[in-house]
């Protein structure tokens, strides 16, 4: 491992930040299957049972580190900004896992439909397992890039995973899914299909891809975080639409 990875991982392990342990067994009970999770449309039989029967949430980030085939990375700047930069990848996975990571009651949507605060700390327990292979992988790539600067963006709190949306940065990356996309199978929970916010028209579609994008936190040279003003309630709308 290079010396400037590895430094960078040690600090951040020391001040508690980049370190991946199982979610607890309290915890991982608040985000076992709900029984008010249900699924209409069309989908095949196995699809179907896999979604009605998922794995317990708390395997998911381990089992999406291994099984995320990444494509690419980007320093993406910030849109009003760009002195802040955030590291952004995307990968592809297995149908399978991607309907487990966004479709399931135990997966990443889940958890925020449990409480956004379930959500936050599955997010982050999510980011903390995958970040040190993203940090490898693209220092592979290039020995010159920053795993300093990748690890702080890796680590700000608002680092996310989710589908990879249309257009993407480059045609590695290009999304799958677009604000048209119609999807055959649908979830019912008793929240997200009777709101009638756009989002929550999004967020009850279960689309079966195999991008996942996982972002870093906006930040400066200083390491200063910025967050968009219409992302600081990003747990809430999950919670209470499926969508941010």
């Known amino acids: 491992m290079p010396d400037s990875l590895a430094s960078a991982e040690r600090r951040q392990q020391d001040q508690g930040h980049f370190f991946y342990s199982p979610i607890s067994r309290q915890k991982q009970s608040l985000m076992?299957?709900?029984t008010?999770?249900?699924y209409v449309g069309t989908a095949t039989s196995g699809r179907m049972a896999a979604l009605a029967s998922p794995r317990p949430a708390a395997e998911l980030p381990v089992v999406l580190r291994e099984g995320l085939a990444l494509v690419c990375y980007h320093r993406d700047p910030g849109h009003t900004d760009?002195?802040?930069e955030r590291a952004v990848f995307c990968g592809t996975v297995e149908p399978s896992i991607f309907d487990w990571f966004f479709n399931a009651s135990t997966g990443y949507r889940?958890?925020?439909?449990?409480?956004?605060?379930a959500g936050l700390r599955f997010n982050r327990a999510l980011i903390n397992c995958v970040a040190p292979t993203l940090v490898r992988w693209v220092i592979a790539q290039d020995s010159a890039e920053n795993g300093d600067w990748i690890v702080k963006s890796l680590c700000a709190p608002s680092a996310k995973a989710w589908l990879a949306e249309y257009p993407g940065l480059c045609s590695a990356c290009e999304g799958e899914w677009s604000q048209s996309q119609t999807s055959e199978l649908r979830i019912e929970n008793g929240r997200w299909e009777q709101a009638t916010h756009t989002h929550a028209?999004?967020?009850?579609q279960a689309p079966?891809?195999?991008?996942?994008?996982?972002f870093g936190g906006?930040?400066?040279?200083h390491?200063?975080?910025w967050l968009a003003a219409h992302k600081e309630g990003r747990a809430t709308h999950i919670s209470q639409h499926g969508w941010n």
């Open 36 to 38: 008010n999770w249900h």
């Open 223 to 225: 390491g200063q975080e």
């Open 208 to 214: 079966l891809l195999t991008k996942i994008r996982i």
């Open 201 to 204: 028209i999004w967020g009850r």
């Open 110 to 117: 889940g958890a925020y439909y449990e409480a956004a605060d």
């Open 32 to 34: 076992s299957a709900t």
């Open 82 to 84: 760009t002195s802040y």
């Open 218 to 221: 906006l930040i400066n040279a």
